[in-house]
């Protein structure tokens, strides 16, 4: 018999005992479903992660002062937070870096305009490159300039909640409002922004020459931005910035300096290692149906002991009656594999469909890609697993008798 032959014999043994091959697959179908639905949610959850660190340039390294990376007893010397100086030295120090840009944060204050008050906005201070680097654009206005940066303008960027609630439908472009006591004329709107869930429209945007002078006071920074050049890798930039302070404060650990693209790494590894370990657990109820697989294939040989005497006798040999009954082993298994695969599609775009209506994890839910190359390998193995636990009952039928075959009843 040709493959073609033994696999139509096969479905058609599959149409005679329809809840009998429903059931000995279940173990099948529950593993591959398993399999390509982690897949498929770990694919998900890695693309999302892209997705936001591209919001916020995936190539962006942030500098901070962490004091607490010193080891136990050692000073610090003259090294301290980090100020505008520490801006100029590595842009004059890292020749690979394009941006180097500083921002500093305002403590928790009130806007107010009029009778209305907006509590706690983000208030930050930046530059005009901080402003490129980070891609803020403006739906009403402008941004600021560098000669307001320079002559330390009161003037600020908003995001839409606070215009939303302290103009309504009013004008917004030249109004002046308060903070902490000090008036700023909004000349901006920024685009909404939603990064990890956090919106943009409870920030304020102003120069960080003004954000110093009027609140924070001196030239302290909270951290600092770059990027690299064009053709240089980020963890070279990183690799010439972490020198460069070593230089400056004496090889004392008290900096650190974290690239998006990193820390987007190791959430990705950490999904990927996750969704690897799930998949091979689940991959466990792969085994469990090719067990189920041996015992029915034990049965069906026993059911056709007469078929099978008939057919050695007249002429079959053991290898042909051995290729018949793995055919019908690994039909039954990949048939069991296809109904997974049509199964986890189903689940996904049921996931997609509701995680999009709930707006998780952002507006447009969670996308789950179908993987074809995982489906197409866990309904292959699910073959070779129906393969494998099938050969032994087909060699049973292969070396049955045919006298004896045909005498049993």
């Known amino acids: 018999m040709s493959l073609v032959q033994s696999f139509l014999v096969a479905l058609d043994m599959l149409r005679l005992h329809k809840l009998r091959a429903f059931l000995t697959m279940f173990g099948v179908i529950i593993g591959v479903m398993a399999v390509t639905m982690t897949v498929m949610i770990s694919n998900g959850f890695q693309s999302y992660m892209t997705n936001q660190f591209s919001k916020i340039g995936a190539k962006t390294i942030t500098v901070v002062f962490d004091s607490g990376f010193r080891r136990r007893g050692e000073g610090m010397g003259a090294t301290g937070n980090l100020t505008m100086a520490d801006v100029d030295y590595l842009k004059a120090r890292c020749t690979s870096l394009e941006y180097v840009v500083p921002s500093v944060q305002v403590p928790a204050q009130k806007v107010i305009f009029g009778d209305k008050t907006l509590d706690s906005p983000r208030v930050y201070g930046g530059t005009v490159d901080a402003l490129k680097l980070n891609a803020t654009e403006v739906e009403q206005g402008r941004v600021f300039t560098q000669e307001e940066v320079d002559n330390r303008a009161s003037v600020a960027?908003?995001?839409?909640?606070?215009?939303?609630?302290?103009?309504?439908?009013?004008?917004?472009?030249?109004?002046?409002?308060?903070?902490?006591?000090?008036?700023?004329?909004?000349?901006?709107?920024?685009?909404?922004?939603?990064?990890?869930?956090?919106?943009?429209?409870?920030?304020?945007?102003?120069?960080?020459?003004?954000?110093?002078?009027?609140?924070?006071?001196?030239?302290?920074?909270?951290?600092?931005?770059?990027?690299?050049?064009?053709?240089?890798?980020?963890?070279?930039?990183?690799?010439?910035?972490?020198?460069?302070?070593?230089?400056?404060?004496?090889?004392?650990?008290?900096?650190?300096?974290?690239?998006?693209?990193?820390?987007?790494?190791?959430?990705?590894?950490?999904?990927?290692?996750?969704?690897?370990i799930l998949s091979a657990i689940a991959a466990l109820s792969l085994l469990v149906g090719g067990i189920g697989i041996m015992n029915i294939m034990l049965v069906s040989v026993t059911e056709r002991t007469r078929e099978i005497g008939l057919r050695k006798a007249l002429g079959a040999k053991k290898g042909v009656i051995l290729f018949q009954f793995v055919v019908e082993a690994a039909t039954l298994s990949l048939v069991g594999g296809l109904i997974g695969m049509g199964i986890a599609y189903g689940l996904g775009s049921l996931v997609t469909v509701v995680s999009a209506a709930k707006a998780w994890p952002n507006e447009g839910g969670l996308a789950t890609p179908f993987p074809i190359s995982a489906a197409l390998f866990a309904s292959g193995f699910s073959a070779v697993i129906g393969m494998v636990f099938g050969f032994y009952p087909a060699m049973s039928a292969a070396r049955l008798d045919p006298i004896v075959a045909l005498r049993r009843e």
């Open 157 to 276: 960027i908003i995001g839409k909640d606070i215009r939303d609630q302290l103009f309504a439908k009013g004008p917004v472009i030249g109004q002046l409002v308060t903070l902490a006591g000090v008036n700023v004329e909004v000349i901006g709107v920024a685009k909404e922004q939603t990064v990890f869930g956090n919106s943009n429209g409870k920030d304020m945007m102003m120069p960080i020459s003004t954000a110093q002078s009027k609140w924070v006071g001196g030239d302290k920074i909270a951290y600092i931005q770059a990027t690299p050049k064009a053709g240089v890798k980020p963890e070279t930039a990183m690799d010439d910035i972490w020198q460069a302070l070593m230089l400056k404060s004496g090889n004392k650990k008290v900096y650190r300096v974290d690239s998006a693209e990193s820390i987007l790494g190791v959430f990705n590894g950490l999904i990927a290692g996750a969704g690897a």
